[in-house]
């Protein structure tokens, strides 16, 4: 099977498995328990071969190895120790297919080389821990993190073993999440050290300083409204400052940050020319740039049945700020449980402002799922009411021009998508938080925040923080606000205890998005796009302006999803670009071990990447 990549350099092949030979039932099984014990010792001994032949080894030439005469032993062993007439010889086929395919599709995934690794060496370079992320063991008064505590969760990281993180010492109450989950074995697609993302920025570096200049932006933004823009002065003064930034990776037109690419979503790479992993590419993926911020994905009215989930949301009202105060700060960094909570709005709204969307994704919502069921949908018989999008399947499904067969819930219908969502979801977690763990433990904003607040507050030299974060319009006006320099953050307990790079929810949202686009006909546009009422967000309006396309707002929904976190003061931006990229490799490789499986005539899913490319999975 084939990954066919148009204008693009990206390509990886192998082979499609081929039909099984048709196999007689003609003989009997013998003894009772016969055919199983026989079968397992079949297994057995190729599988011994293989691996005593090289299979982990990586040795080259394995897989082809493996599907030809490893395979074809094995498939002998099994289909000789079936002799039952009673049994059809379809059937007993099909078990011996899927034997080959899952044995294949196996081999395939372990021939994946193990991509590089580089971190961006702030755990090396700071004796004091200044650049890695501790929060959650326990920290003396300055917010730095206690060295002995500290070697024991290293042991952890190194040893991967559950009775090592067993053994860390907490500073509060909040649990470290799911480490080890992490490790568990994926029995289709690449193993999370098979996906390489480029290193995060570096502590003193001036990308950083950019993205967290960005992200105090957005905490003074919160309660603006995205239709306001044009007439905020302080989103003019956004807007300057982050043009200004040397490190800043964001989308621009024609070399500047415009009213129209402020805070929207880029996605970034691992640059393939470069061996050791370490050059990022950026890039904006097709439609995000277009139309109103917010995704028609997250306005409209889900159909479910019988049922309706609404597109309007419980908000938090403006103003629910938290860790602006040392202590505040201070106590979530080691740990322990907030005392405050968000004051909500009775009254349900669109999403129409940047804590309108963190709040969005502070919790589950059903973003993907909800997706899935508004492409399926049918449009609403009444213009000023949003409906389905009723988005035609994409022109690769073989049930298009099929004349007797339609499709179902086994497969190529909405109902097996949705089915894939979800463990894509689970996949990507794998993906994203091995990395979190085992590679970057990259610093959080809100631990940055407090590392602005000492050098600036206390003047802690020692600290090497970029000039471009130290002299920010953003921090000043933050100070001026608050009464202290810290990042004000959207949700009481601050970030998930884990690192920051890279993000969990970003890499759900690229999985997701990615699966979705290839069921779907991207280029299909939506024909009743609508925006929430500048003048009353509990009411949709038409929205009236460039065509937008079932790709674009996918693309959209996906930015929104991983860049609301950044709304929230919890993420950077390259945690989420990244993130982005690495869920899509992580559907990628759930697509082509899929795609071995199905009996339809099926030349691939088809669909648009991030950076703009076709590929055929």
Do not use: C
């Not at 690794?117 to 370079?125: I, K, Q, T, V, Y």
Request: net charge negative; glycine share 10%; proline share 8%.
């Amino acid at each position: 099977m084939t990954i066919d990549s148009h204008d693009s350099d990206h390509r990886s092949d192998a082979s499609t498995p081929d039909a099984p030979k048709p196999v007689s039932s003609e003989g009997a099984a013998g003894r009772p328990g016969a055919e199983k014990v026989a079968g397992r010792r079949a297994f057995m001994s190729v599988a011994g071969s293989l691996a005593v032949g090289g299979v982990l080894a990586a040795s080259p030439g394995v897989a082809n190895a493996a599907r030809g005469r490893g395979v074809d032993d094995l498939l002998d062993g099994f289909d000789s120790s079936r002799r039952d007439p009673r049994v059809s010889p379809l059937d007993h086929e099909l078990r011996l297919r899927a034997l080959r395919v899952r044995v294949e599709a196996a081999v395939d995934d372990f021939e994946e080389p193990i991509a590089p690794h580089p971190d961006n060496g702030d755990e090396a370079r700071y004796r004091n821990k200044i650049g890695t992320d501790t929060r959650g063991l326990p920290h003396d008064a300055r917010g730095e993190v206690d060295l002995a505590a500290y070697r024991v969760a290293a042991r952890a990281h190194a040893s991967r073993e559950w009775d090592d993180f067993e053994a860390i010492p907490l500073g509060g109450t909040r649990k470290f999440v799911n480490p080890i989950g992490t490790l568990a074995v994926s029995l289709i697609g690449k193993t999370p050290a098979q996906i390489g993302v480029p290193p995060a920025p570096a502590l003193a570096s001036a990308q950083k300083a950019s993205e967290a200049v960005e992200v105090y932006w957005k905490a003074l933004l919160r309660d603006v409204p995205f239709e306001s823009y044009a007439d905020s002065s302080d989103v003019e003064d956004a807007l300057e400052e982050i043009d200004r930034l040397s490190g800043y990776t964001g989308p621009r037109v024609g070399g500047r940050v415009t009213l129209d690419t402020l805070f929207r979503g880029s996605v970034t790479y691992v640059d393939p020319r470069d061996r050791s992993g370490r050059t990022a590419r950026h890039v904006v993926p097709p439609g995000v740039l277009d139309g109103p911020y917010i995704s028609q994905f997250l306005l409209r009215d889900i159909p479910y049945g019988p049922q309706v989930i609404g597109g309007a949301i419980r908000t938090a009202l403006p103003g629910n700020d938290f860790q602006t105060d040392y202590a505040e700060w201070l106590a979530v960094q080691n740990g322990r449980a907030p005392t405050r909570s968000i004051a909500f709005d009775p009254v349900r709204r669109y999403i129409s402002t940047g804590r309108d969307l963190a709040e969005y994704v502070h919790g589950g919502a059903s973003s993907f799922w909800g997706a899935a069921l508004l492409l399926g949908a049918a449009r609403s018989a009444n213009p000023n009411a949003p409906g389905g999008i009723a988005a035609p399947l994409s022109p690769t499904n073989p049930y298009l021009t099929s004349e007797t067969q339609a499709t179902a819930a086994a497969t190529f219908a909405l109902a097996y998508l949705q089915g894939l969502l979800p463990f894509g979801t689970s996949r990507a977690i794998r993906a994203a938080y091995w990395q979190k763990w085992f590679v970057h433990r990259s610093i959080r904003p809100e631990a940055y925040g407090g590392l602005v607040h000492r050098r600036l507050a206390n003047d802690a030299r020692e600290y090497p923080l970029h000039d471009d974060i130290l002299s920010s319009l953003a921090v000043e006006l933050t100070f001026d606000t608050f009464g202290s320099y810290l990042l004000p953050q959207a949700f009481p307990e601050g970030a998930p205890i884990h690192g920051s790079y890279p993000g969990g929810a970003a890499a759900i949202a690229g999985v997701n998005v990615t699966l979705l686009k290839a069921f779907f006909d991207e280029d299909h546009v939506i024909e009743d796009p609508f925006v929430p009422d500048p003048a009353d967000p509990t009411r949709l309006v038409p929205y009236s302006g460039p065509p937008l396309t079932v790709g674009g707002e996918l693309n959209k929904l996906a930015t929104n999803a991983a860049f609301g976190r950044n709304w929230a003061g919890i993420h950077w931006r390259t945690d989420a670009a990244a993130s982005l990229a690495l869920g899509e490799e992580v559907a990628i490789s759930l697509l082509r071990d899929e795609r071995r499986t199905f009996r339809e005539p099926f030349e691939g899913f088809t669909f648009t990447r991030f950076d703009g490319t076709r590929v055929t999975v």
